[in-house]
């Protein structure tokens, strides 16, 4: 098993410009998410999905937009990227369980956005 | 709501000294625990979690955590801390599947 997967590890943009970040898991997992990490502020989350076709914002929705058309698969987008969205992004997978106590998320290695 | 709080953004330690990562929570619910470790330029990684079993938990490489409602902490310690421990922790707490990270510890260890 991969586990999560990411691409690109690294991207620079020019501000306006626009790009797609892709999310991969071979585990099965219902909820993906996407997170932001900045310097001193932790892990923010921006997007999640609790299944294919749906998505939901999280705490730093704006300014991206995510889709989930397959199962496996969560895209996270910038429509128009600014300065501000330079930052480590995070995409996350977990699992349901009967038990909703004993869920973990499992991580992707991370992409390094930076925008010029 | 749920919230967590690290106590520390920067730990030195020793090589083969203690290591003491401290973090609180605030939770309306009974909650699930996490610590998670990165290491430079990598991803996160679990090192334990604590679901309403035993309120002591053992993870990986050594660490472990104790949970205390009482106090609604959740520190993480090692005995002996070694030069591969250098990482930035995350406390986390979730209920469902909403994810809550603290800001993390930062650990440095001193040869």
């Known amino acids: 098993n991969a586990g999560v997967t990411q691409t690109p590890k690294f991207r620079v943009l020019k501000t306006g410009q626009s790009m797609t970040l892709l999310c991969a898991q071979d585990m099965n997992h219902e909820y993906m998410y996407w997170y932001r990490q900045d310097p001193g502020m932790g892990l923010r989350l921006i997007h999640y999905?609790?299944?294919?076709?749906?998505?939901a914002k999280g705490e730093v929705p704006d300014g991206y937009n995510v889709s989930r058309l397959k199962k496996q698969n969560f895209l996270l987008g910038l429509e128009s990227a600014a300065p501000s969205q330079t930052s480590v992004y995070f995409c996350?997978?977990?699992?349901?369980?009967?038990?909703?106590?004993?869920?973990?998320?499992?991580f992707g290695p991370g992409t390094r956005l930076t925008v010029l | 709501a749920q919230s967590v709080t690290q106590l520390d953004s920067h730990v030195s330690v020793s090589e083969g000294t203690p290591v003491l990562l401290r973090c609180n929570y605030s939770s309306s619910y009974s909650p699930s625990l996490f610590w998670y470790v990165q290491h430079p330029n990598k991803g996160l990684q679990l090192l334990l979690k604590y679901t309403s079993a035993a309120t002591l938990v053992k993870g990986i490489n050594g660490f472990e955590a104790e949970f205390k409602k009482s106090e609604t902490s959740f520190h993480l310690t090692k005995p002996s801390a070694h030069m591969s421990d250098a990482a930035e922790y995350f406390c986390v707490v979730s209920h469902g599947n909403q994810f809550y990270f603290g800001t993390g510890t930062s650990l440095t260890v001193i040869p």
């Open positions: 996350a997978s977990s699992y349901v369980s009967g038990l909703a106590l004993d869920n973990e998320q499992f």
């Open positions: 999905s609790v299944g294919e076709g749906t998505t």
